[in-house]
């Protein structure tokens, strides 16, 4: 059974920085791209960051020079570390999987995601 699990959310004020980790089980990680979605109150859910099978990121043009997606293979776990957050940020962050037989694809879009995550909440206090 596919499982994600995100944690490391919470309250910060502006400026301030969280790592959002999401551990997956059921299934062989290096296999599947990782992505980083956000849905803030009344707003669709947005593009956060990818990263490939091999480690290659790519990040939304919003939080590019801010935040960083990495993912360790030998522990099933992508994070997601945010600094210099700002109010904008606040949303439920959630991590998603997607199979792939090409180990540098990312993908950007919510649809081609096969499974998701519960979410975690981001809230940063101006």
Excluded: H
């Excluded at 400026?15 to 109150?41: D, H, K, V």
């Excluded at 997607?98 to 540098?104: G, I, L, M, N, Q």
């Amino acid at each position: 059974q596919v499982q994600l699990v995100e944690s490391g959310g919470g309250l910060v004020q502006a400026g301030g920085s969280l790592r959002l980790s999401c551990a997956a089980s059921g299934w062989t990680f290096s296999n599947y791209i990782m992505g980083w979605f956000r849905q803030a109150p009344g707003r669709e859910r947005e593009f956060v960051g990818t990263v490939s099978r091999s480690g290659i990121p790519y990040l939304a043009d919003s939080v590019k020079g801010r935040f960083t997606i990495s993912r360790d293979n030998a522990k099933n776990t992508v994070y997601l570390q945010m600094n210099s957050l700002k109010p904008e940020d606040t949303a439920v962050y959630y991590c998603a999987a997607a199979p792939s037989r090409t180990p540098t694809e990312v993908r950007s879009t919510s649809g081609r995601y096969d499974y998701w995550g519960q979410g975690t909440q981001v809230t940063v206090s101006s």
